[in-house]
């Protein structure tokens, strides 16, 4: 018996040993290296060896409280606004409130941006995820008019609004319940691809949707590339992806060349964002590589219509749990039609920078929405934050969740509240849907004014009957019901 105890004692011993080894190991190994520093690392748990954090960020956001990981970190820290963890990889610093995101996001001197490495090998060598600052400059000067002009965003206004009106008549007729999320994602990616690749849209969009939706799956998915895994699927869709744009982007250079379109029509030729990649030329008098288009085009067009279709179907969920919002939006919607000329047809610019009310709806679903839990960076050297060290090479993750969802910056974050946003100026840093500084997302506008088209026409004639309105939500890779929100759609006269 004596014996017996002795090899448990030992087996228990041993075991509590190699626990708090390896709880320890990423403390000692990528702190201990750093050897005497200047400043103190911020306050934190660098986690297990691999995984790091990773396991209690999958537990908050696979839960029905994604915040309990940032609150559980101010709660043992301090708001410090700052904290060092391991995630995704790599030894990393998570910033959190608007002067340390500020400070991370307006430095591009000091850091660069830090994707995961499947984020980096799926959106392309060539896309903005991927390139040094000064070549980011050199193609958001060639590339961003196109998209956010304001002579681009009037002449987008007729197509979407078409395409908007054809969708909701035809969910509307639809005698079975349809899966919300999947017609809006249908939706917003016959816009952008549209806008994109206009001439050849209707014969590959049915593939390239298909394909979009497991490169998605992928983008923060760890890099392993082995079959079953959401990053080998996300790969071979990206491949397929690449040959379908060369294919398209040859043809294009082809017309080109020969003065005709498919459709032998000269006056519709040059008229999307590939014919424009095609023509553009830098100072210099250089023109966009193959390979830069194609990465450009991949990562617009799935930022484009995810980005476009949960902000529509957040807003229209929100509106429908709050009816008193959904009437004021619909009678601004109605009054901005009555003051309109009886020879216009559709929607003007101007009448959209007239949606004052509407606008609202739109920044407090983004901001209570944080489609993106996270922007990445990476410090190019050590950088001292309110007196914090962020070695250089370490991962800064700028958690704008965080700060759209702290009681500091938001009272009763959870609330879904437009008096936020009358005539209140906010601090730089505490708003952040779409990142700051100059990586600051350059499709912003063209998505905003998907959205609001989409809700103008939805408000004046239409409204939806959810079908699971308590159903669960999951977080990953974006907020959205897991059921994909079943629901009818009500056309009312």
């Known amino acids: 018996m004596e014996l017996l105890w002795l090899i448990i004692g030992v087996l228990l011993g041993g075991y509590v040993f190699l626990f708090r080894f390896l709880r320890r190991f990423n403390e000692w190994y990528y702190v201990g290296k750093l050897g005497k520093t200047k400043y103190p690392l911020p306050p934190g748990d660098m986690g297990w060896p691999y995984l790091g954090g990773l396991p209690t960020f999958l537990k908050a956001f696979r839960s029905n409280d994604p915040d309990s990981y940032i609150y559980n970190l101010v709660n043992k820290y301090g708001r410090t606004g700052i904290y060092k963890t391991f995630m995704f990889g790599s030894p990393s610093v998570i910033v959190s409130i608007p002067e340390t995101c500020k400070k991370v996001l307006m430095d591009d001197?000091?850091?660069?941006?830090?994707?995961?490495?499947?984020?980096?090998?799926?959106?392309?060598?060539?896309?903005?995820?991927g390139i040094s600052n000064s070549e980011h400059k050199r193609l958001r000067r060639l590339t961003t008019s196109p998209i956010n002009g304001h002579e681009a965003l009037a002449g987008y206004i007729d197509l979407i609004e078409g395409i908007v009106v054809t969708s909701l008549e035809e969910w509307a007729s639809m005698k079975e319940p349809i899966q919300l999320l999947t017609e809006l994602r249908g939706f917003a990616f016959k816009v952008i691809t549209n806008i994109f690749i206009?001439?050849?849209?209707?014969s590959v969009i049915s593939a390239v949707e298909n394909l979009y939706s497991d490169l998605n799956a992928g983008i923060k998915s760890q890099a392993?590339?082995?079959?079953?895994?959401?990053?080998?699927?996300?790969?071979?869709?990206?491949?397929?992806?690449?040959?379908?744009?060369?294919?398209?982007?040859?043809?294009?250079?082809?017309?080109?060349?020969?003065?005709?379109?498919?459709?032998?029509?000269?006056t519709e030729m040059q008229k999307d964002m590939m014919d424009l990649l095609l023509r553009v030329k830098d100072e210099d008098g250089r023109q966009l590589e193959d390979e830069d288009i194609i990465d450009l085009l991949i990562v617009f067009m799935l930022a484009g219509h995810e980005s476009s279709a949960h902000g529509a179907l957040w807003a229209i969920i929100y509106m429908s749990q709050h009816p008193e919002i959904f009437m004021k939006a619909k009678e601004e919607q109605d009054e901005i039609v009555k003051r309109r000329p009886s020879t216009q047809k559709g929607l003007t610019?101007?009448?959209?920078?007239?949606?004052?009310?509407?606008?609202?709806?739109?920044?407090?679903?983004?901001?209570?929405?944080?489609?993106?839990?996270?922007?990445?960076?990476?410090?190019?050297e050590d950088v001292d934050i309110n007196g914090y060290l962020i070695p250089k090479g370490w991962k800064v993750l700028v958690w704008s969740r965080g700060v759209h969802m702290d009681p500091e910056n938001y009272p009763n974050p959870k609330e879904f509240d437009l008096s936020r946003w009358d005539n209140k100026s906010r601090s730089v840093g505490s708003y952040l849907p779409f990142g700051l500084g100059s990586r600051y997302c350059p499709g912003s506008d063209l998505a905003k004014l998907e959205i609001t088209i989409f809700l103008h026409h939805y408000l004046r004639n239409y409204n939806v009957e959810r079908l699971n309105p308590d159903g669960p939500i999951k977080y990953l890779p974006l907020p959205s019901p897991a059921d994909k929100c079943p629901a009818r759609i009500i056309k009312v006269t």
């Open 349 to 380: 610019l101007t009448e959209i920078k007239q949606m004052g009310y509407l606008s609202k709806v739109m920044e407090e679903t983004l901001r209570r929405t944080s489609v993106s839990f996270s922007v990445f960076r990476e410090a190019k």
């Open 198 to 202: 206009s001439t050849y849209s209707e």
């Open 224 to 266: 392993i590339n082995i079959p079953g895994f959401a990053f080998h699927r996300a790969l071979k869709a990206r491949k397929k992806l690449v040959k379908i744009f060369q294919t398209v982007l040859d043809k294009k250079r082809a017309m080109t060349k020969n003065g005709s379109n498919i459709n032998n029509n000269p």
């Open 109 to 129: 001197e000091r850091f660069k941006l830090g994707y995961p490495k499947a984020t980096t090998i799926l959106t392309g060598r060539r896309a903005f995820h």
